[in-house]
Every structure is written in structure tokens, then in C-alpha cells.
């Protein structure tokens, strides 16, 4: 009978044990001390961790006065139950609203400094957009100029075209009207020289008739 009675108290502390690991919930200890944690659950039992303010313990059973917990590292004691809460600790939510803001704040500062570096950059692009726009306006006055240019050379070149070939013609026309008149002034002089030359054996036979003496009738 007594085995028996052993053996039920084993399975039902197993039990017990089984149920509080199923159950188990995070509570966290309270504000403003360390809590002892200790082997048993009196101030008799000797303590075996002192747990900091603010320290995550993990439940194993609640009880009205004492707690049954488990720290991080696995070691497990017991508390008293006032010094749990299932809410974080207002100290703890001022240490991590501090570090959110914190970070927030540094954050603000790097999309700050981006920001700036942005409007920084946006200003070059913007200036050397003016400076493209500027440069292609000049490119295209340029353009149209030279092809006002262009135009009025190439009217020029082929004026001058024309000027070279008329001056070509005239030149040839020229040419032949001198060669025509040097003939003709040839012929002329010849012709001259022919009929002066006539003019002269003409005069010369003439002279020499007219001066030739006249025989005198026998009857004078």
C-alpha cells in the first residue's frame, strides 16, 4: 500500500510539473529592487539569484503568494507572486522608448543629410541641365546660320559658275573675233598693199607714156 501510495504521488507531482511546463507564460519582475529568487517557497529557503528589475522570467506556476520561475540561463527558484507582472516594467519601456527615439532621431538625421545631399545634387543636375540647354540652343543657332551660310554659298559658287562660263564664252568669242579681224585686217592690208601697188605701176607706166617724146610729122 505504501509503494502504491508513493507511486501516485510521483505521477501526480509529474503531473503537476507537466501541466505547469504546458502553461507556462512570461511574467516580468517589478520595479525599483532586485527580487531574491530562492530554493523554496519561504524566506526560510536560502536564495539562489537575486533577479534584476525589469528581467524577463519564464512562469512555471503561479501561486497566491509564491511563484514557480525559470530564468534565461534555465535555473529555476521561487518568488514572491506581488513581485511578477505580465506588464513590462516602466522603466524598461523609458529605456526603449529612449533607444526608439534614439534611433529615431538618428535616422531623421541620415534622411536629413540625405536629403540634403539630394537637393544638393539636384541643384547640379539642374544647372548643368541649363548649361546642355543653353549649349544646344547655341548649337542650333549655329546650325541654322550655317545653313543660312550654306545657302549663300552655294548661290555664290554656282554664280560664279555661271560667271566662269560666260567669261569662258566670251572669252572664245573673243578669240574668234580677234582672229577674224587679224584676217581681216590681213586681207585688208594685202589688199591694200595690191591695189597700192597697182596704183604705183599704174602711175609708173602712166609717167613713163606721158614722158615719152612725141615723133614730129615729116611734113613740118
Not at 525589469?54 to 525559470?70: C, K, M, P
Not at 527615439?101 to 540625405?114: F, N, Y
Request: glycine share 8%; charged share 25%; with cysteine.
Amino acid at each position: 500500500m505504501k509503494r502504491l501510495s508513493l507511486t501516485a504521488l510521483i505521477f501526480g507531482l509529474c503531473l503537476v510539473c507537466g501541466l505547469g511546463s504546458a502553461t507556462a507564460a512570461t511574467r516580468y519582475i517589478s520595479e525599483s529592487f532586485e527580487v531574491p529568487m530562492r530554493s523554496g517557497q519561504s524566506t526560510e529557503h536560502r536564495i539562489i539569484a537575486l533577479i534584476p528589475t525589469g528581467r524577463a522570467v519564464e512562469l512555471i506556476s503561479a501561486g497566491d503568494e509564491w511563484s514557480q520561475v525559470r530564468l534565461p540561463g534555465g535555473r529555476e527558484g521561487w518568488v514572491l507572486s506581488r513581485y511578477l507582472t505580465d506588464q513590462l516594467p516602466s522603466a524598461l519601456q523609458l529605456e526603449r522608448l529612449e533607444r526608439r527615439h534614439a534611433e529615431v532621431v538618428e535616422q531623421r538625421g541620415t534622411l536629413q543629410e540625405r536629403a540634403d545631399a539630394l537637393a544638393a545634387e539636384n541643384r547640379e543636375l539642374s544647372e548643368t541641365l541649363n548649361q546642355t540647354r543653353q549649349r544646344l540652343e547655341n548649337l542650333e543657332a549655329a546650325h541654322e546660320a550655317l545653313k543660312t551660310e550654306s545657302a549663300g554659298f552655294l548661290e555664290l559658287q554656282a554664280e560664279h559658275e555661271q560667271t566662269q562660263k560666260a567669261l569662258a564664252e566670251a572669252r572664245t568669242r573673243a578669240d574668234e573675233f580677234e582672229s577674224a579681224l587679224n584676217q581681216l585686217t590681213n586681207n585688208q592690208l594685202y589688199q591694200g598693199l595690191l591695189y597700192g601697188g597697182g596704183l604705183v605701176i599704174v602711175g609708173f607706166i602712166a609717167g613713163f607714156i606721158l614722158k615719152k617724146p612725141k615723133r614730129r610729122s615729116p611734113l613740118m
